[in-house]
């Protein structure tokens, strides 16, 4: 959540800049670097969280205690110790490389180092913010969802068979309590679902549009396509 709120309040700045002309990274060296950085940055742990969290779910619903043990908090706090600094470390080529640097005549913040543009178009983007937190939430979300599943069969086998006496009768509340398991069951298969859909939508984007940028980074742009390039950048950002 917090780092959530971290590219919230950098998004704010970003409109301010692109809606308003009143944008202090092109007049600050400091602030350009910063603001590149808490960007980059706190996206990728707020992704990486959300993975973790995915992961747990999981865990949480497995039938095998080993594997339930791992849900824990102890494991949460150690994944976020050892994830959170390798964050903050492997990004701080982008308060080397961020720069305020001419473009057509107009400053603008960005990096034009070759090298590092290369480490945010093809492995940032597409695959630590992109591909391979997307590919880890399908694969244990819909584990998840499996585990759930089976749960909830067996949970009504169970109230089946304990509710069932002699003759064959039903008791009303064991059935009643396995209607509503199945519907907390699809509730929760549906919020995970849907979670995976949010992130996905959010992220693909953004990754595309950082590859794009990078690639057209020297090309010769009209005013246009500066400014339809723009609003999609701004879209893909709110995103």
């Not at 001419?102 to 290369?118: D, E, F, H, R, T």
Request: net charge positive; charged share 15%; with cysteine.
């Amino acid at each position: 959540m917090s780092t959530s709120l971290v590219i919230l309040q950098i998004l704010i700045t970003r409109i301010l800049a692109n809606g308003f002309q009143l944008d202090y990274a092109i007049k600050s060296e400091s602030w350009c670097k910063l603001r590149a950085y808490f960007v980059i940055m706190a996206a990728l742990i707020s992704l990486t969280m959300e993975t973790f969290s995915t992961i747990d779910r999981y865990f949480s619903t497995c039938r095998e205690v080993k594997m339930r043990n791992l849900s824990s908090m102890r494991t949460a706090k150690f994944l976020a110790a050892c994830s959170v600094p390798i964050c903050l470390v492997i990004n701080v080529p982008t308060l080397i490389y961020y720069d305020i640097y001419l473009l057509g005549g107009q400053p603008v913040c960005l990096s034009v180092n070759a090298i590092y543009n290369s480490y945010i178009s093809y492995i940032y983007s597409p695959i630590l913010i992109g591909m391979l937190p997307f590919s880890l939430m399908i694969l244990f979300g819909l584990l998840t969802c499996r585990n759930i599943q089976i749960i909830g069969r067996r949970r009504t086998d169970a109230s089946v068979i304990t509710s069932v006496t002699g003759g064959g009768v039903i008791g009303g509340g064991s059935s009643v309590q396995s209607v509503s398991s199945r519907r907390m069951d699809a509730q929760l298969t549906s919020m995970f679902l849907m979670n995976i859909i949010v992130v996905s939508t959010a992220v693909f984007p953004y990754s595309a549009y950082n590859i794009y940028s990078a690639i057209t980074l020297n090309f010769q742009k009209d005013s246009d396509r500066r400014a339809i390039e723009g609003f999609i950048a701004q879209t893909v950002l709110l995103l």
